[in-house]
């Protein structure tokens, strides 16, 4: 990742070819150009992983996917949904998109296009989209002012509760706002995290998920479009309808529910042009940088820490989405290949579970031997006290244990006794090859002494015969101390024979010995 830069994926509402550019948010340089899928709806510019690039269309009822480092779509694959798309979400491995069309929201399976689910508890159009950051729960924002939260597995797989209660209600609802949602922003931990939501009504709220309830409310002089807060979610930035980013700390709530900022002690980003809607916000990794862009055509940079302007970069329309994204730039290179996550287009009707859906497990052979708890049989009665039951039911545990250990030590004492046997065998044949060593000594010895014999009977009068001589005695010497060797050898190897067979038993691996029933 030496290379790696901030992206900046930005789409506008301009009818040029260009649905997304994609920049270094450091340098500005283009790093690509997303090209044939009109303009970009707000709240609809989402990434599969590093891989895909995913955009609704403004004016008809179509997604476009390219493919991250080509500029024209997958010409295989065509989304067409049932209606266009206000907003939607991806969650974050992928699997799962919800899109608001009008005042529902359509759940799909991705990989497999399979439509799970159509939500109607929204009473006008949805604005906005976004899930946890867990993927666990996704959060909708309509025209009606209402926040509802909803719970992706009862959504995917409705269930019938019983009692009238249906399963896809949504968790919460939050109907504090009194004007359309402009945008939504989930902080970090899931259902544990906090929510922040903007209104046309002036309004920032601050919802904790766990809970369910409202924390602050902050009230700005103008209406709001945009929110998004840094990773510690100390500092929320809003990006208000006069073309101005306000700031506040959450270090320094009030304590009041309710708290009414006026303009003199309110923190801005000036920069856009006045009375144009500041319509998205994005901030890079370290939360130094903060990207915003509007109706005026711009996308601005700016310094968070002196709340200066670093540059501007104009655009052919209103912006209406801004991602960063850390990434390397080779990914951009055509010769890289994406895999293959789409199994067929996203149908437009809620289909029915396969019977070849589910998951294939592994069984392991370990798995399959691990004893099995004894388990009670409510079905009958079982005489005595509770802790009589108890230890009963102990007792047969240690008893199966006990049968187990049993069966398992019968093939240990075979093979004990196999291994005794071969000891045994080896040291007959090791007692054998001693005797044979001691008689090829004894007669070694008495061929030694006939050549002595044979020699003191020669004539001494020779030379050449006491030579002879000289060596036959010098060769029945050595052959003496070799067998005075050899039968020291075979006399220490007979006295240590007992210690030696507890060394070959001691070096053997111990087992288990069976038990005598």
């Not at 049932?82 to 359509?106: H, M, R, S």
């Not at 959060?139 to 509802?148: E, N, P, R, T």
Request: glycine letters at 6%; a negative charge.
């Amino acid at each position: 990742m030496g290379d790696a830069v901030e992206a900046l994926f930005i789409s506008t509402d301009s009818e040029d070819n260009t649905t997304c550019s994609v920049q270094d948010l450091r340098t500005g340089t283009d790093l690509m150009r997303y090209k044939g899928g009109g303009c970009a709806q707000h709240h609809s510019l989402e990434m599969i992983h590093l891989n895909y690039v995913l955009a609704a269309n403004s004016a008809k009822p179509l997604l476009h996917v390219w493919p991250i480092n080509k500029q024209e779509q997958m010409a295989q694959l065509r989304f067409v949904v049932p209606g266009k798309v206000n907003a939607l979400a991806l969650t974050p491995d992928g699997n799962f998109l919800v899109a608001g069309i009008q005042e529902n929201i359509y759940l799909w399976h991705l990989n497999s296009g399979r439509m799970l689910n159509t939500l109607s508890k929204h009473y006008q159009a949805v604005t906005c989209l976004r899930f946890t950051d867990n993927g666990e729960h996704f959060i909708s924002g309509g025209k009606d002012g209402a926040v509802l939260v909803w719970d992706l597995t009862f959504s995917a797989a409705p269930l019938d509760t019983g009692g009238g209660k249906d399963s896809t209600d949504p968790l919460y609802s939050f109907n504090d706002h009194g004007l359309a949602i402009t945008d939504l922003y989930s902080g970090i931990g899931g259902i544990r995290s906090y929510l922040y939501t903007v209104s046309l009504d002036r309004c920032c709220k601050v919802y904790d998920l766990c809970g369910g309830v409202m924390l602050l409310s902050v009230v700005f002089p103008v209406a709001l479009h945009s929110v998004i807060v840094n990773k510690m979610e100390t500092t929320v930035f809003v990006g208000s309808g006069d073309g101005k980013v306000f700031t506040f700390h959450m270090q320094k709530a009030p304590r009041m529910k309710e708290y009414h900022l006026e303009e003199e002690e309110i923190q801005a980003f000036v920069g856009h042009t006045a009375g144009k809607a500041i319509t998205c916000l994005a901030l890079n990794l370290s939360a130094t940088t903060l990207v915003s862009g509007g109706d005026d055509n711009q996308v601005c940079v700016w310094d968070v820490g002196s709340r200066q302007l670093i540059k501007s970069l104009p655009q052919n329309g209103s912006v209406t989405n801004l991602r960063i994204r850390l990434l390397s730039p080779a990914i951009f290179l055509p010769e890289h290949k994406q895999p293959q996550l789409f199994a067929d287009s996203l149908k437009r009707m809620i289909t029915p579970p396969d019977e070849n859906d589910g998951i294939e497990l592994s069984i392991h052979e370990f798995s399959c031997r691990r004893p099995k708890t004894p388990e009670l049989d409510y079905t009958i009665s079982y005489p005595g006290t509770d802790e009589e039951i108890i230890r009963e039911l102990i007792a047969s545990m240690s008893t199966r244990d006990e049968d187990k250990d049993d069966a398992e030590s019968e093939p240990e004492a075979k093979e004990i006794e196999s291994e005794a046997e071969e000891v045994h065998s080896e040291n007959e044949e090791m007692e054998s090859e001693a005797e044979e060593v001691a008689s090829a000594a004894e007669e070694e010895e008495s061929g030694a002494e006939e050549v002595e014999s044979d020699a003191e009977a020669e004539p001494s009068t020779s030379t050449t015969s006491d030579v002879k001589v000289q060596k036959l005695l010098a060769e029945n010497a050595r052959l003496k101390e070799e067998s005075k060797r050899l039968f020291e050898l075979v006399f220490k190897y007979i006295a240590s024979d007992s210690p030696a067979n507890g060394d070959i038993a001691a070096d053997k691996p111990k087992r288990k010995k069976p038990r005598l029933n």
